[in-house]
């Protein structure tokens, strides 16, 4: 039983994975750098400073993180229109809007988890959005699904979370939440083979 759901927002609620790859693989590229794409889905639901902090450390290579976190996410952008909607958890939104508080818990940005809620007509649905941004400790720690419980109020061990990464499936379990893992369901499209 559970009083709220809380979503992921990237891979969870939209099928946004490959938009944020195409993104990541031009940014890098400027900076002869390298991401293969399994390894981009086994970091699911890192933020990208975090990212990028740990591709440069693995790649031997001194940049301005920050800087490039943003050229990212600029990158994003220009992908957003390929962002399709996960359509089982879609209609889980749809089903619980106005009869039980929802949330969003993610790793990205506000300026894009905004945009991606915005391209996919869900934005109003959720009483809170809790980003990177508003944590300081990234998932796997439990962080974001905590603050987005106290946000709307409820228990977080009377949450349900939806998730679609390892990172973020045990953010939500260490925050005492039971999870629902989407990709039991849904695999995301990829960018190569």
């Not at 089903?95 to 391209?119: M, N, R, S, W, Y």
């Not at 649905?125 to 905590?146: G, Q, R, S, W, Y």
Request: glycine letters at 6%; hydrophobic letters at 40%.
């Amino acid at each position: 039983m559970y009083d709220a759901i809380i979503f992921d927002c990237d891979g969870t609620l939209a099928d946004s994975m490959p938009s944020h790859y195409l993104a990541w693989v031009e940014t890098l590229e400027r900076y002869q750098m390298e991401l293969d794409e399994q390894l981009f889905y086994d970091m699911g639901g890192w933020p990208s400073l975090k990212v990028i902090r740990y591709l440069l450390q693995q790649q031997g290579i001194e940049a301005d993180a920050e800087k490039m976190a943003q050229e990212k996410e600029a990158a994003f952008e220009k992908h957003i229109q390929a962002v399709q909607p996960i359509e089982p958890v879609i209609k889980v939104v749809r089903e619980h809007h106005k009869k039980i508080p929802l949330a969003v818990a993610t790793g990205g940005i506000p300026q894009v988890c905004h945009g991606i809620l915005d391209a996919l007509g869900i934005r109003d649905c959720f009483d809170a959005i809790v980003t990177a941004h508003d944590v300081e400790n990234a998932k796997p720690a439990p962080d974001v699904f905590l603050v987005a419980a106290r946000r709307i109020g409820v228990e977080p061990t009377r949450c349900r979370a939806y998730e679609d990464t390892d990172p973020g499936i045990e953010s939500a379990r260490a925050a005492g939440m039971e999870v629902i893992d989407v990709r039991e369901f849904f695999q995301p499209r990829r960018v190569t083979g």
